[in-house]
């Protein structure tokens, strides 16, 4: 872990790498493309956990399970749907020493097999709306993998609902972008653009796509989640109806909606620095590392004020560790927390008792402060407060300081040759031109925001009047 | 779910199904052997999980994940391990389109993967012990399913722990099966029996497996958890060594642990009735029920009252629902409600609230209070701790009076026709005897129980003197 990381301007992608192995994130697993989240990374994972489970709890959801296997011929139920997915499925051919009759596929989304289930479990629309939300693992066979980014297998919460009508279907389809975006924003302190997918950009088998979108440190775009209102095509496929309050037979309306372990790779890149990790609070597994500094004479001196200590911030609920190992030095410990991204270090030794204070040190800012003991609870418990402030402030300034408005083609290439970042430009709607510009310059539309000018404009590529401002990007 | 379910008398395995199916606690899936875990019965799982979660996490163990895909050749490492899970796995053998060079096991359990794993983690008796816990769903292809005892996927966790020494390794093994009974009899009141599997019953790999073992309401039996003493065969397998305090290399010990959605299963049958489910209020997903009685006239009056009382039982961390809908009649509410086993169910009506009173019906025993409206949540509160150890009480007298000793081989098979139920008796340790008497009579050696007499005896099928008491049952 003392080694340190590659600098970030140096190869922003092998300083990520870097960090997710030294901070003990995720190891690669033994099957080509696979990740396993080792107990520090799934920490952050389960903290995501706990609090999307509230917000979807709020918001009247229940979490359900459904299997990992789907028939085959489930997936060509809906036309679109395995046209995105049948690529990059992982198939099961033999199970109990034979050879199936009907291979499964492992689920890569689970439309398929919930619809299935939803049509056993809809009859009338006193059945509706069923908000029914799923933690679980997938798996999509991707070519080019990176941990927590894009792995083979990874762990998602996938929510499925189905609604009487269109109206309410798209509502749940909004609210959920919104939960999204306000657990990115509120406990990842991770700013999102939210937006509308393009055609192209569209989930397999949605009428349309939302999702919120990030910038990383270097300034490319992450998809951080999605949200998508499917029309009745799920349910048209798996003949889904109900009796409406008419006594009428009709389609049921869905929604899907998932964020993944993908996240993790997004708090990363957002935060890091080229001493490693930079973890926000309210989602740190140790909101305060506390390095006690004593030699044999003084250790029960320190070890007891530490106690007291830890106990006061427990009872103002900050996440304290100690790191008491006397096998390695205080300096190889701050290095060693740095690297963990850890948002706060409290350093105490017999000086600073007999001083009556001890020193804190901010990740992020690397700001000192020499805080009296009596004070340091409740200093620490406002600190969580004003770090969790102070880094996303610093993601949206980045962020800010990182999107350029373009007129014109030559502009936009200019601009995303020296600058990168998000560029502001205006698309005439059509994907032949998206398609056109990504194979240029390997920018994609991200979104096309809810928040845009009033204004049309000129197409950036063609020219053509009458177009819509639209966000393009470099991806994850 | 007015429909009402089989009697338990008449046919246990179908009241267990019709509860499963009627308290909408899981479905079967499209693929044979599959199951659907519905909300109710996710809801089970999850506070199931809260417990455990915190109680490993108490006893210093750690979450992280590991790839579900398990090169086919790990399998292999370890002779016994193969033996034992080869007939039972699924293969992917096709993904991205693509015939895989290697098949890749769905993992039916992760002790290859993990101690892969293990390999690059450990090097000194410094990484010791490493004490990791995995929540993650498994296959294993079973020709006989049931809905959540059995069935192809589960959901389990598996704990996975590596230690410097034999002695450490045997204590942690025994810990964690304390842990499980524990857990059983404080929550889930149910008790269990705790012994040592013999030969023919332990894990694939193991060089002692312990379980704890519970009784059904048809006196049969059911292995709810296990905990195993792998020894040194994984770290051999696998090549795990680590340098000693003596600065020489040696391979590390093991153990691994695990409890499933079998679990759920085991707490239907543990408690439920022919009026269907009986849930303990520890793990009830609603301990409280409310079924408001009103009319037009009389909706504010009984709803004002009713909200009052949903605060007050907040207050006193009472989970709490309210079963407000008007479509349905209080009587088929009643029933409904009895269905999915919550454990108490306040009737309130405008007379109720005149005599300031409501009315409490306790679901296991039927007995009813009039209990004062100011009353109401404090004898609530209580109830939960008295309706928990009633419940326990119940099914330690019902386990106590369907537990027989036995002398000879006569009585031994006259017992279990005619009363069924825990056989204690004496065996001389043959394997071969061991699957004779299960030939005969079904009943296998659930374990050999910590807690027997001290004394030996004759062995009840070949009359060997010296033989030891062991505890036979037939099994789910």
Redesign the interface.
């Known amino acids: 872990m003392s080694k340190g990381v590659t600098k970030q301007s140096e190869d922003f992608s092998k300083w990520y790498t870097d960090v997710v192995r030294q901070a003990k994130l995720a ?1 690669y ?3 080509k493309g ?6 520090y990374g ?2 952050i ?2 903290n995501f956990q706990g609090i999307l489970n509230q917000m979807f709890k709020d918001t009247g959801h ?10 085959e011929h ?1 997936l060509k139920k809906e036309a679109e749907h395995v046209e995105g997915f ?12 034979k050879e199936l009759e009907e ?2 596929i ?1 689920r890569p989304t689970s439309e398929t ?1 919930i619809w ?2 939803y049509k ?1 479990w809809i009859s009338s629309y ?1 059945d509706l709306p069923l908000l ?1 939300n799923q933690w ?2 997938v ?1 999509r ?3 080019r993998t990176r941990l927590f980014l894009r792995t ?2 990874f ?1 998602w919460q996938e929510g499925h609902t189905a609604h009487a009508t269109a109206e309410e279907a798209e509502e749940e389809t909004l609210r959920m972008l919104e939960v999204y975006k306000r657990f990115a924003e509120d406990y990842m302190a991770m700013p999102v653009i939210t937006g509308q997918k393009t055609e192209s950009e569209k989930f397999a088998g949605a009428v349309n796509t939302y999702s919120i979108e990030a910038m990383m440190r270097d300034t490319k775009a992450l998809q951080a989640g999605t949200s998508h209102y499917l029309g009745q095509n799920f349910a048209k496929a798996f003949e889904v109806t109900f009796q409406n309050k008419d006594n009428k037979e009709e389609l049921v309306y869905a929604t899907s909606w998932g964020v993944s372990t993908r996240l993790v790779g997004g708090l990363i890149m957002c935060h890091g620095d080229d001493k490693g990790l930079i973890l926000p609070p309210r989602v740190a597994p140790h909101q305060v590392v506390i390095i006690p500094i004593f030699r044999n004479d003084t250790k029960d001196l320190v070890m007891g004020k530490v106690a007291e200590l830890v106990g006061e911030l427990k009872a103002v609920s900050v996440r304290v560790h100690v790191d008491d190992d006397e ?1 390695a030095s205080p300096g190889f410990k701050f290095n060693e927390w740095e690297m963990c991204g850890v948002p706060m270090r409290v350093e105490i030794g017999p000086k600073d008792i007999e001083k009556g204070q001890a020193v804190v040190v901010i990740r992020h800012s690397g700001v000192k402060h020499f805080v009296a003991l009596t004070e340091l609870a409740t200093f620490l418990a406002g600190q969580v407060v004003t770090v969790q402030d102070e880094l996303f402030q610093r993601a949206l300034d980045f962020r800010e300081a990182n999107t350029h408005t373009v007129e014109n083609w030559e502009e936009f290439k200019e601009t995303l040759e020296t600058k990168g970042g998000f560029i502001k430009a205006f698309w005439n709607g059509s994907a032949e031109v998206e398609a056109k510009i990504k194979e240029e310059t390997k920018a994609t539309i991200r979104c096309i925001p809810f928040d845009r000018p009033g204004v049309i404009g000129k197409c950036v590529y063609t020219g053509d009047e009458g177009s819509q401002q639209v966000l393009f990007a470099r991806a994850y």
Chains 1, 2 share one sequence.
């Open positions: 190891d697993g033994p099957v696979t990740m396993v989240i080792r107990p799934y920490a994972w389960e229940v979490n359900a399970y459904f299997p990992m296997f789907i028939p489930f049948a690529p990059e499925v992982a198939v099961v051919t033999h199970a109990g020493g291979p499964l492992v097999i299935h289930m056993k006193r029914i679980a693992n798996v066979w991707e070519m083979t297998e762990l096998k």
